[in-house]
């Protein structure tokens, strides 16, 4: 593969298309420059995937609810009968 097919050239400078590398101006920055991309691509992605958990819990928490109300009976029925009286066999041969 050469140096051709990876870049082009455009306005006398050398330009990375997007199938290569999502920074187009790669080749014309300096180290401090490709790290300051690079952080600020980071965050920017990072802040993305906050954005999408937060709507996520947002949009799962009534299942959550609903969970956590339907084990309010099952705890107030198992304190109801002690679980001493049903050995673990009997419970596994009912279930």
């Not at 997007?18 to 490709?34: C, F, I, K, R």
């Not at 109300?69 to 041969?93: G, M, N, S, W």
Request: with cysteine; charged share 20%.
């Amino acid at each position: 593969m050469s140096a051709e097919t990876l870049a082009s050239v455009t306005d006398g400078r050398l330009v990375l298309p997007e199938s290569v590398h999502p920074m187009p101006n790669l080749l014309q920055l300096d180290a401090v420059g490709v790290l300051d991309a690079m952080r600020q691509s980071q965050q920017t992605d990072f802040s993305a995937m906050v954005a999408e958990a937060r709507a996520l819990v947002w949009e799962k928490w009534p299942f959550l609810l609903l969970t956590v109300l339907a084990c309010i009976p099952t705890e107030l029925a198992e304190r109801q009968v002690p679980l001493k009286l049903y050995t673990l066999d009997l419970r596994l041969e009912n279930a």
